[in-house]
């Protein structure tokens, strides 16, 4: 009796260390928000931080790094709540993600980095995480992704007439065709041509000589250059073809980029231009494919945060941090 009464003692004794234990692990991994009918533990928060925040605190000594920690903490708590709640919208709108969603999910990541299967999981292990807990994080992302699309991408409509109003408001970013940008050195024709030509095009062959050399060409066309251009070191911008007289355009649309011509006469003068630059054209289909990627994009931004803003008004959230 005495043995049996000794075994039921430490049996009793046992079962309050064990409950003892769980209530202490209870307390120190804390709820730190209500999110309608879930919560969200500290140790949840905590993980997400070491996921996601593991670029910013790389570089913190472990007493830094706690105190960083501490201070980022309100700001992924408030991710963390959005992301339920689109996680919790997504199943009231019935929406679901199936094991062989999340395997062609793991597969096109493989294929993306051309990884193989030990490869994938070392790196998984360098991240700090398993499998099954990558593939719920997967899983999370195609049913956010799912939501997202059916919410906002899929009511989202670019009108020509949008697409129409932005060209207009930014044509100079899309505007016409081929377009370069030149310096030059110019020195202008004198009256009388015949008898300053030789004089003209020492002063150029001088110019030439210092370029050659080595010398900057904005500062040679600073000092030689006998236009308003000198003052911006012989800079004229951009210009597209059509815009130049014949002989120049000639000259400077044959040029690579950082070509320096020999000097050259116009009918307003003797010419050094440099190709500082080549920009090619825009044609129409891809002008508009880049400006409605633009006004989507824009139109996302609003949209979600749009919703966000109504999911959290609907919701009963409550921070314990």
């Known amino acids: 009796m005495k043995?049996?009464?000794?075994?039921?003692?430490?049996?009793?004794?046992?079962?309050?260390?064990?409950?003892?234990?769980?209530?202490?692990?209870?307390?120190?991994?804390?709820?730190?928000?209500v999110v309608n009918n879930e919560v969200i533990t500290w140790s949840e928060l905590r993980e997400r931080m070491e996921i996601e925040g593991k670029d910013v605190l790389k570089d913190f000594a472990d007493n830094e790094r706690e105190e960083k920690i501490r201070e980022l903490e309100p700001f992924f708590l408030d991710r963390m709540i959005d992301?339920?709640?689109?996680?919790?919208?997504?199943?009231?709108?019935?929406?679901?993600?199936?094991?062989?969603?999340?395997?062609?999910?793991?597969?096109?990541?493989?294929?993306?980095?051309?990884?193989?299967?030990?490869?994938?999981?070392?790196?998984?292990?360098?991240?700090?995480l398993a499998m099954e807990e990558y593939r719920a994080q997967l899983k999370e992302q195609i049913l956010l992704s799912k939501a997202v699309r059916y919410e906002i991408k899929g009511n989202i409509i670019i009108t020509d007439e949008q697409i129409k109003e932005y060209y207009e408001k930014n044509k100079d970013k899309y505007g016409g065709g081929e377009k370069v940008r030149i310096r030059q050195i110019f020195f202008p024709a004198a009256k009388n041509a015949d008898s300053q030509k030789g004089e003209i095009e020492a002063k150029a062959e001088e110019a030439m000589r210092q370029i050659k050399n080595g010398k900057d060409f904005s500062k040679v066309a600073g000092e030689f250059s006998e236009d308003l251009s000198k003052e911006s070191g012989g800079d004229m911008g951009y210009v597209s073809r059509g815009s130049l007289l014949k002989e120049i355009e000639e000259v400077v649309f044959s040029l690579n980029v950082g070509d320096v011509s020999s000097p050259f006469?116009?009918?307003?003068?003797?010419?050094?231009?440099?190709?500082?630059?080549?920009?090619?054209?825009?044609?129409?289909?891809e002008t508009r494919d880049k400006i409605k990627d633009i006004l989507f994009d824009e139109a996302f931004k609003l949209k979600h945060e749009d919703w966000i803003n109504k999911l959290r008004e609907e919701a009963y959230i409550e921070k314990k941090l």
């Open 265 to 285: 006469w116009s009918s307003v003068g003797l010419h050094i231009v440099k190709l500082e630059d080549r920009t090619a054209g825009v044609d129409a289909v």
């Open 83 to 128: 992301l339920k709640l689109q996680i919790q919208a997504a199943d009231r709108l019935g929406l679901s993600v199936g094991s062989s969603e999340i395997d062609a999910a793991v597969s096109d990541i493989k294929r993306k980095y051309n990884l193989a299967d030990d490869e994938f999981l070392k790196t998984l292990k360098a991240e700090g």
């Open 3 to 33: 043995k049996l009464a000794f075994l039921v003692l430490i049996y009793l004794l046992l079962i309050n260390i064990h409950c003892s234990l769980s209530y202490g692990a209870v307390l120190l991994d804390r709820v730190v928000a």
